[in-house]
């Protein structure tokens, strides 16, 4: 009798039934299972506190939490959780979003061509954010950005990516003229 396997879909990227389950979304999937499992059947207004609460009680957790709230805000189809998990995740950072930044990065440079479309809105609402707040390595990650940018291809996705590149250094000028090698 023969059973057809079928792989878990992905939450974070595009997959096929021939494809394995890629290492860094099941990685990330289990902390986000984590932050849930801490997470459950508390409500939404003392959530913050808890995971600070708990952070600080066990301070080995802090990375597993945060990349559980990225997972979190890339997954997560409704935007005002999205804007929920961005508030704990302000809570728990305790490296200037610098873990944050370093996931992002892995997304962008090796990730992005697989990454779901709701996932590059989401990494590209959260490139804001730390734009927005001047945080370290971010330039890094639009840097990464850029070089996903196909020239001569007038794909939707494609050019989706230039226009919200464009529009993210139109947003934040100041933020670009202080580094020029980002689009240098």
Known sequence: MDVERVAPASALFE???????????????????????????????ERAKLLVSHVALSPGSSSDIVTGLVYAILTDDASCSAEAFMQQLQAVVRDDFALVCSHLLVLAAD??????LSCRQKLLWLLDFLVASNIAKVDLVCMALFRQIVGGDVSKPNLWLVEAMVQLCNTHRSWLYARPQVVA
Do not use: C, M, Y
């Not at 394995?20 to 984590?34: C, M, P």
């Open 111 to 116: 990730k992005f061509p697989r990454l779901k």
């Open 15 to 45: 997959t096929s039934v021939i494809d394995a389950r890629d290492k860094l979304d099941v990685a990330w999937e289990g902390r986000h299972r984590f932050l849930n499992d801490i997470l459950r059947n508390v409500p939404v207004a």
